[in-house]
């Protein structure tokens, strides 16, 4: 084939592709209020879309910004994700290097992984009150367990043959957990941060929707109680682009610091 191993062609071709896409939906969704298959009280077209977006970009909504709502709702996502971060990675690489360690915490990371995140959200609340506080904190116990059961998984998926051959050439612990160890486990851990980010992401949406008085979770809610279904659709429209923003961001990172994936 003539694009295969073009890896320009096969972008260009992605690139076109997705375009395309988003025009067929985007001229779909146009032919369901053009055509009054769907009333507009139920779906607003683009146009009332767009028009909601200068709107709410000159004057905000019910006393917020629209960059305000997009920086608290970042806010929250990040936080929580970077604090599950700093805690989820060495735990986890601790517990794929410590039978000891790994016994002892392996039970209560797989007990919080299935948990619904939203149900620690009303002791949270006690506790912490409506505020940042609480979602970021809920944002935290929802990453922590992905990101640590995923770091664990990529240490026990290294090669023992990789770390013996180490040991046999004198590599000292140090130096195999350096050299050997952490290199072969980044794919995996990279691809559970992934995971865990668009976890915290979608969370913190319901947790906005339930405690909140600035973010786009709470855009949308409030715009739900007033029937406002195009400020809805932008909610969503918007939540949607973050969320590809951030994924890719985390991808563009993959691919810079582990350029040796693949290559096992």
């Known amino acids: 084939m003539s694009g295969q191993g073009d890896p320009s062609g096969e972008r260009w071709m992605r690139l076109g592709l997705g375009t395309l896409s988003v025009a067929i939906g985007l001229a779909a969704w146009q032919a369901l209020g053009s055509f009054h298959l769907i009333p507009s009280g139920l779906l607003a077209s683009p146009e009332e879309v767009w028009a909601a977006l200068i ?24 936080a929580g994700f970077v604090i599950a971060t700093v805690i989820g990675v060495p735990l986890g690489l601790w517990m794929g290097m410590s039978r000891l360690t790994a016994a002892a915490a392996d039970w209560l990371v797989q007990f919080l992984r299935p948990l619904p995140p939203l149900s ?32 664990y998984a990529a240490v026990g998926s290294v090669p023992q043959q990789k770390i013996l051959a180490a040991q046999s050439l004198g590599a ?31 969370t913190v949406v319901a947790a906005e929707l339930m405690a909140g008085s600035d973010g786009l979770g709470w855009m949308i809610f409030s715009a739900s109680q007033f029937l406002r279904n195009d400020i809805i659709l932008l909610g969503i429209i918007l939540l949607g682009l973050l969320g590809m923003g951030l994924n890719s961001l985390l991808l563009g990172l993959d691919r810079g610091l582990i350029h040796w994936r693949g290559r096992d």
């Open 120 to 151: 620690f959200l009303v002791l949270l609340t006690l506790w912490l009150g409506t505020g940042d506080l609480a979602k970021v904190g809920l944002l935290a116990l929802t990453a922590f367990p992905i990101i640590t059961s995923a770091t």
């Open 55 to 78: 709107d709410i970009s000159r004057h905000g909504y019910r006393g917020t910004s629209l960059g305000q709502d997009i920086g608290a709702t970042l806010f929250r996502a990040l």
């Open 172 to 202: 000292s612990s140090g130096q195999i957990f350096r050299h050997v160890l952490l290199p072969a486990a980044l794919p995996m851990i990279s691809t559970g941060l992934r995971i865990a980010l668009a976890a915290a992401f979608s």
